[in-house]
């Protein structure tokens, strides 16, 4: 800490000023957050602090938290865009594949039904066969 104390002229008082070189942490700071921000348009850019005001100091590294916090929001909308887009395409092929099912289980019954006919109409007509070779067998033996 520097102290300086001046008389100003004979007929007024001292003053006193004191400041101290050891709290430069703010300036060293906004030194390292000097960056720019490629997401942010050129007029939302941090606009470098006056390092002899604090509060300037401050707005400025709150500004570039902000826009630190912006990048990474930024980001996480672009990723989670992404994953929508990869949902969206597997919804669609999951909507296809459901219609594939659908036709197949509509054909599946089709050749189920058409098996039953046929194993239907050839039951009779093994009955028939029989009925016919039975009947022919009678004539052969009656003549």
Known sequence: MITSTRRVSPDKSEVRIAFSLDNTSDVKDVEDLCQTFPDLEQRLQPVPPCVSLRESVQV?????RMAREFHQVKHEI??????KRKLLAELVEDENVAVEIARLEEEFRRLTEENRTLVTVHNERAQQLKKLCLTNQTRQDSS
């Open 78 to 83: 672009a990723a989670l865009e992404d994953c």
């Open 60 to 64: 400025y590294k709150d500004h570039c």
